[in-house]
């Protein structure tokens, strides 16, 4: 329920009028969250709908759950025409898949959706998008968002679309959620590359600098918790200590960056006052290589 919750009233990650972005940001409109916070609460005292949409079944991806849980609030709304249709042109050649077609104002409207985590290299003087490192290096969103507008969004244009679409779409543009992780310094910057001045952030920092972590304790976040900010009972949460043992022990094998939330205690509960990706000791200089790969002269 928070994850719907956060998806649905968190700030978008991208300025909807941001010049690069040439107009295909989504906002959820205003007149669907006219009356929201009734309507969770409805449902957190009546969450069965919900649990029956999602089939109370493991998401293995998070963009899967996110997408799955942005489509039941579309339906329930009544605006969704149809969720994950996917494009052949033949039996074993996939286009493309439609994430959202929605009526919106009485129009056949095309989103694509996506919950992004990034990470700011800046150890460059850089401007764009490509600056913001995905934590596994597979990615930057620049490259994300240039894949999501000159491609993605392009998809109701292919004549194999044409038999899915009860008219032609109106508008096809990116809904776009997340968060933002800057080294600890920079974390008070201000929009950057195209983000809303608003956008969720929180720090990354290597494994050496953790010991400057100050919080009343500590909980390593699994991948599906990681839309919401964090509420769990005080007692599985670890102290500083642990969380080093554990970090420790964890990129003796791994590189991929953690994410940790830092908690404060609340009666019973501990509620996240921040967050922020603990990364390998050379993760910045793996992360520089990366965003050369698209700015060769950096």
């Known amino acids: 329920m928070r ?19 040439n107009d295909k940001i989504a906002t959820l409109p205003a007149y ?6 009734e309507w969770l609460q409805n449902l957190d005292r009546q969450p069965e709908t919900l649990h029956n949409y999602l089939d109370l079944q493991p998401f293995a991806r998070l963009g899967r759950y996110a997408e799955k849980l942005m489509a039941f609030f579309l339906e329930q709304k009544g605006v969704l025409f149809a969720h994950g249709v996917q494009v052949r042109a033949g039996k074993n050649s996939t286009i493309g898949e439609f994430d959202f077609l929605l009526w919106i104002n009485e129009q056949l409207i095309h989103w694509e959706f996506a919950t992004k985590f990034y990470l700011l290299e800046s150890s ?8 913001f490192v995905g934590p596994n290096l597979a990615d930057t969103l620049g490259a994300k968002m240039h894949k999501i507008l000159d491609r993605q969004l392009l998809l109701s244009t292919h004549p194999a679309a044409q038999i899915h679409l009860p008219e032609p779409v109106s508008r096809a543009q990116a809904l776009v959620k997340g968060w933002l992780f800057y080294p600890e310094n920079e974390l008070q910057q201000t929009s950057l ?13 290597t494994l050496s600098e953790t010991m400057n972590l100050g919080a009343e304790c500590y909980a390593i976040l699994p991948r599906l918790q990681w ?41 019973e509960v501990a509620l996240e006052a921040s967050r922020g990706f603990i990364v390998p000791d050379d993760w910045r200089t793996r992360a520089g290589q990366r965003v050369k790969l698209a700015h060769p002269s950096v």
Not at 32 to 37: E, H, P, S
Not at 193 to 205: D, I, K, N, Q, Y
Not at 238 to 263: C, G, H
Request: aromatic content about 10%.
């Open 3 to 21: 994850a719907l919750a956060w998806l649905l009233l968190a700030p978008d990650l991208l300025d909807t009028h941001a010049p690069q972005w």
């Open 32 to 37: 669907l969250l006219d009356g929201v916070d």
């Open 124 to 131: 460059g003087a850089g401007d764009d998008a490509d600056y």
């Open 193 to 205: 590359f195209g983000t809303s001045a608003a956008h969720c952030r929180g720090f990354w920092c």
């Open 227 to 267: 839309l919401a900010p964090a509420k769990l009972p005080a007692q599985q949460t670890m102290d500083k200590q642990e969380l080093q043992n554990y970090l420790a022990e964890y990129f003796i094998d791994d590189t991929m960056p953690v994410l940790v939330a830092l908690l404060e205690i609340s009666g």
